[in-house]
């Protein structure tokens, strides 16, 4: 079974400038996740979706930072303008449903803001 | 506020020894737990799992045991491998709402041969 797949796994811009991250979940999976590991920290939930729909996206900078998963299935975050606090692996991951099931992680986007 | 403690950033072990990670929550609402292992410029894997109406759940070399008096939770691995060299994380989700996975900051283990 395939796992969590990301893309791109690296990526360096300038601040200010935009950059977009894709994440396409496991198969079968409705509960779809976007984490940022700043260096150092654990893991911060950014946005939640179940299916198509939003469940908690109160951490995510919404001045800046955009999520949208349309189809219920691949989902794209997007920063626009990057700040060089923006620095981080932004994870995605996918579980079952969004009640007490693991979630499984992808490899991670690496983003650098020079 | 820092719901889910790891107080340890670091910890070595020789190989052979038993590991112990400990991991310790502040919010009673939480009734389910994770561990997760990362190596460099990977994404975290998903390794042992316990509920709140358990205290002890083992996988193979892993045990984690959880304390829901002391909110407390650990991870023992036995015997420990080099292999096991890595970033273990903890992670914890509230019995109600939107079940958000609250992570730990981290737990560098480094086993040596």
């Known amino acids: 079974e395939a796992g969590v797949a990301q893309s791109p796994r690296y990526k360096i811009i300038e601040k200010r400038q935009s950059v977009a991250f894709w994440c396409n979940p496991i198969?079968?999976?409705?509960?779809l996740y976007w984490y940022q590991q700043i260096l150092g920290q654990g893991p911060k939930l950014l946005i939640q979706?179940?299916?198509?729909?939003?469940?908690?996206d109160s951490q995510l900078p919404k001045d800046r930072f955009s999520a949208e998963r349309l189809k219920g299935v691949d989902s794209t975050l997007k920063i626009q303008p990057a700040k060089l606090e923006d620095s981080a692996v932004y994870l995605c991951?996918?579980?079952?449903?969004?009640?007490?099931?693991?979630?499984?992680f992808g490899e991670g986007s690496w983003l650098t803001v020079v | 506020d820092q719901q889910v403690k790891q107080n340890s950033p670091s910890l070595s072990v020789q190989e052979g020894r038993i590991s112990i990670l400990n991991c310790d929550y502040t919010?009673?609402?939480?009734?389910?737990f994770l561990w997760y292992k990362k190596y460099p410029a990977e994404g975290p894997t998903f390794l042992i799992s316990?509920?709140?109406?358990?205290d002890k759940n083992e996988d193979g070399r892993f045990t984690v045991f959880l304390n829901k008096s002391a909110k407390h939770l650990s991870l023992h691995i036995v015997p420990s491998q080099p292999g096991d060299s890595a970033v273990y994380f903890c992670?914890?989700?509230?019995?109600?709402?939107?079940?958000?996975?609250?992570f730990g900051t981290g737990t560098r283990l480094k086993v040596l041969a």
């Open positions: 979706f179940q299916n198509n729909g939003v469940v908690d």
């Open positions: 316990i509920s709140s109406i358990k």
């Open positions: 991951a996918s579980s079952l449903g969004s009640s007490g099931n693991t979630i499984y």
């Open positions: 198969s079968g999976h409705a509960t």
């Open positions: 992670a914890a989700k509230p019995r109600s709402g939107t079940y958000k996975y609250i």
């Open positions: 919010n009673s609402m939480f009734d389910y």
